[in-house]
């Protein structure tokens, strides 16, 4: 039937991707993106990212960005990718800083992340330190900023935040690439999906 064709022409990206295991899967990862594309321009593809720490590039969104018809779910580790790599007094490892680079997409995350606090010493000598100015929802809506150049607009605002107990670990962000006015729907309909299972959550 025509629903079993769409579904198998999907099948071969999606179980490949799936049995891959972490370590192969940044290796693979672009390849299983590039395939995994609508059959036709009257339908669509969802693509739900659950990455393994920083593993997905701004560079992979903008490769995205150009395929229409891609709905696509974000789990963002706000807290666990971001958050925790940046120490309390805005000291980033070589290589942590490198992994934000490529998820955030250039180093200008750092300026709105950190910053610099100077002070006069007892000596009158100004001193200039570097401070963390981060919290989960503030990585978030940085992203979704950044989302929203590579994608003209076309991110929802609102997020889900989601992690054990009360903390922040990831935000389940939703954006799509078709840049067709009635696409606007699949925005409307996550938003309210979004807003539903706050409000659900919140009982």
């Known amino acids: 039937t025509t629903d079993q064709t769409r579904a198998g022409s999907l099948e071969w990206p999606t179980k490949t991707c799936l049995k891959l295991p972490h370590t192969e899967r940044s290796v693979h990862r672009s390849r299983c993106i590039r395939s995994l594309r609508p059959p036709s321009k009257t339908t669509r593809a969802i693509v739900f990212l659950d990455p393994f720490g920083n593993q997905v590039s701004m560079d992979m969104f903008r490769y995205m960005a150009t395929k229409s018809g891609l709905d696509i779910w974000y789990l963002f580790p706000a807290g666990l990718g971001v958050q925790r790599q940046i120490g309390k007094f805005g000291d980033i490892h070589d290589d942590h800083g490198k992994s934000l680079d490529r998820l955030f997409g250039d180093e200008d995350w750092r300026n709105e992340l950190v910053a610099e606090v100077s002070q006069s ?23 979704i900023n950044r989302l929203k150049v590579v994608f003209e607009g076309r991110v929802v605002d609102d997020w889900l935040p989601l992690g054990p107990g009360n ?37």
């Open 121 to 143: 010493d007892l000596f009158g000598e100004t001193i200039t330190s570097k401070l963390k100015q981060s919290d989960p929802e503030k990585i978030t809506k940085l992203m």
């Open 167 to 203: 903390h922040h670990w990831y935000s389940l962000l939703f954006m799509w690439s078709n840049p067709m006015v009635k696409a606007t729907l699949a925005g409307k309909l996550a938003s309210a999906v979004l807003a539903r299972t706050k409000r659900s959550r919140r009982r």
